[in-house]
């Protein structure tokens, strides 16, 4: 979860290292610091953000064409300028960052203690530098295969950079279970936890596979070797993402400016696989595994947070339109309790970064019981995606606001082309209930525009009502029962307001004890079915003082007549009522967060790629 980034070249390496970690403060900010060699190893770090760390080092020597920097989420040890990295070996002769958890620390550093090695953090990190060092001194090794020799001996989860003070032009970097990619420019070499600090420089990438270790070496190739002393090839890659999708685009925000970018990312995720006109939809990733998909017994669909509820709303989806049965999956709960998978299960794993440690570790389990695994991703060449069988992008863009907006439309909008792939090859969808519900498909982006246009003023001033509440409670039926639960999370995950999402019958079996005139309840009321249930939990709120902020289709005069406040979102099938009806739960936690003084994009104790477990 941490952010990494490394430079050696021939410019000065300090302005890269900084606004790479810019860019990567999405990934962790309790604490940041930089390394630079030039001559001597310079180490400064901070606790706190990137600015704080510009600050500190402002009257320093910042000399140098090789460096790497590291903004930190903490794991091992608390938030401060001794944790932060990057961490020293005891001799000042190595310095190291890292993403990831060594689970063996305890034993390593009891082991190095007893050999004369201080520790002044209680970092796993610095554990890990120590051993590379002791290794290094035992053989007289060069450093990357000081590295490699360490390493064998660690376990855990790591994507690493060494820098050496008597290997003055060389960084090496290794990686295990957490992403690392290493960008290949005229004359120099850039290493990155993901593209983000890289795509300014080069566009020609390598993304490191589990258990190799990278040099990097000026005026040399980029060489890598995997644990086992083996040469390992490598493919370069070039990377789609553009500068200009990392920049807030006049945007307060980088989650409002996600929010906002909606309709165009929905459309992205359609293009090219959907056409309304002719009716049909095709994913490349099912083609070559279609037979299997249509005759599974059963689909089990992993997930964590945002990603998790995608899967419920899937599991609604594929169930209705193709009669599969859908099993979902806590990711982070399914290879702990001995599940039942069978080799003609499908399993389906959602994650925005491809990285999740819980995901990926599910995964790997699921694919040795023999099951097809497919995977929905954001980022290219991410692990889950190299990993699974089979699998489709949904082409959102970089995502950099923490609160997944943008990427949870975009999943549930494969999930929905998926749905009716399924029901109408598996024969439950008639041709031409499949066709009409493509093309109402297809104006999802449209209706996505129009929502925003006519929502925002109002989702501010409901923002403006509710910005002191304490509780809240969301409740949805159905299709959109996960969206309740996805509205909830978004406003705890950036407000830091208590909030609980149920099915809307489920209030009356104990939350409804918390209703009174200082707890907001958000309904979506948009379905066709059940709409008089719905409407009957409303007035069981209204009965007991609630206050009710209900989301409905336009037009709905009955149950304007009975909130507090509604807000309107256009009509379309009930299938695909979650990807508007989602929209002013985003807005409205943005504007509620944005009125509390949070802050919006990084909201405290959470990172946006979990790389651990």
């Not at 550093?109 to 953090?121: E, M, P, Q, T, V």
């Not at 002393?229 to 989650?255: C, P, R, S, W």
């Not at 929010?259 to 099912?286: D, K, S, Y």
Request: hydrophobic share 40%; charged share 25%; proline share 4%.
């Amino acid at each position: 979860m941490c952010g990494i980034v490394g430079y050696i070249g021939l410019k000065k390496a300090y302005p890269i290292l900084i606004k790479g970690l810019t860019r990567l403060e999405y990934r962790g900010y309790d604490s940041t610091g930089i390394a630079l060699q030039n001559g001597s190893l310079r180490v400064y770090k901070k606790k706190g953000k990137v600015a704080e760390l510009e600050a500190f080092v402002k009257d320093k020597d910042t000399s140098g064409n090789i460096g790497m920097g590291h903004t930190r989420w903490a794991t091992h040890g608390k938030p401060d300028d001794i944790n932060a990295h990057p961490h020293e070996s005891s001799s000042g002769r190595l310095v190291l960052i890292h993403n990831g958890i060594i689970e063996n620390y305890s034993v390593l550093k009891s082991a190095l203690i007893r050999l004369g090695y201080d520790f002044n953090s209680e970092t796993d990190t610095e554990v890990l530098v120590n051993l590379i060092e002791e290794v290094q001194k035992q053989e007289n090794l060069p450093i990357e295969e000081a590295v490699r020799q360490a390493l064998t001996q660690v376990h855990g989860a790591y994507a690493i950079v060494v820098m050496d003070r008597d290997d003055p032009n060389k960084i090496v970097a290794a990686r295990r279970s957490s992403p690392l990619v290493i960008g290949i420019g005229k004359g120099e070499f850039l290493i990155g936890s993901d593209a983000t600090p890289i795509v300014e420089h080069t566009k020609n990438v390598v993304y490191l596979e589990d258990e190799q270790v990278a040099t990097c070496a000026l005026g040399q190739e980029l060489s890598i070797k995997t644990l086992r002393n083996e040469v390992a090839t490598h493919t370069v890659h070039k990377i789609e993402l553009e500068i200009e999708q990392l920049e807030k685009g006049g945007y307060d925000h980088f989650m409002l400016k996600e929010i906002f970018e909606q309709p165009t990312t929905i459309a992205e995720c359609m293009r090219g696989r959907m056409n309304a006109e002719e009716g049909w939809v095709r994913l490349g990733g099912m083609d070559e595994y279609m037979k299997r998909l249509v005759n599974a017994e059963r689909m089990i669909i992993l997930g964590c947070g945002t990603s998790w509820h995608a899967a419920m709303i899937a599991e609604y989806l594929i169930e209705d339109l193709a009669r599969l049965p859908v099993e979902v999956e806590y990711a982070s709960e399914f290879r702990y309790r001995n599940p039942v998978v069978r080799e003609n299960d499908i399993v389906l794993a959602i994650s925005q970064s491809g990285e999740t440690a819980d995901t990926f570790a599910a995964l790997e389990m699921a694919k040795q019981r023999g099951a097809l695994t497919y995977g929905i991703v954001n980022v290219v060449g991410s692990s889950i995606a190299r990993l699974t069988h089979s699998g489709s992008y949904i082409h959102v863009g970089p995502e950099i606001g923490v609160a997944s907006t943008k990427a949870f439309t975009g999943q549930v909008t494969m999930l929905s082309m998926m749905a009716l792939i399924l029901g109408y090859e598996r024969g439950f969808l008639p041709k031409s209930q499949y066709q009409k519900l493509v093309q109402e498909l297809s104006l999802i982006p449209k209706k996505a525009e129009e929502l925003l246009q006519k929502c925002q003023k109002q989702v501010e001033y409901i923002a403006g009502e509710f910005k002191d509440a304490s509780n809240a409670l969301y409740l949805g039926r159905g299709y959109n029962f996960p969206v309740a639960l996805e509205g909830a999370l978004k406003l705890k995950e950036i407000s830091y307001i208590h909030a609980e999402g149920y099915p809307a019958a489920e209030m009356k079996h104990g939350p409804i004890a918390l209703i009174d005139e200082n707890m907001p309840v958000f309904v979506i009321a948009t379905n066709k079915s059940a709409y008089e249930k719905v409407v009957s939990n409303i007035q069981e709120v209204k009965a007991r003082k609630g206050v009710v902020v209900a989301v409905v289709t336009e037009g709905d005069e009955i149950i304007k007549k009975l909130a507090d406040h509604t807000i309107e979102i256009p009509e379309t099938e009930e299938p695909f009522t979650p990807l508007l009806s989602v929209i002013p739960l985003q807005l409205l936690a943005y504007h509620i967060a944005f009125l509390r003084g949070c802050h919006v994009d990084q909201p405290r104790n959470l990172a946006k790629s979990v790389t651990v477990e």
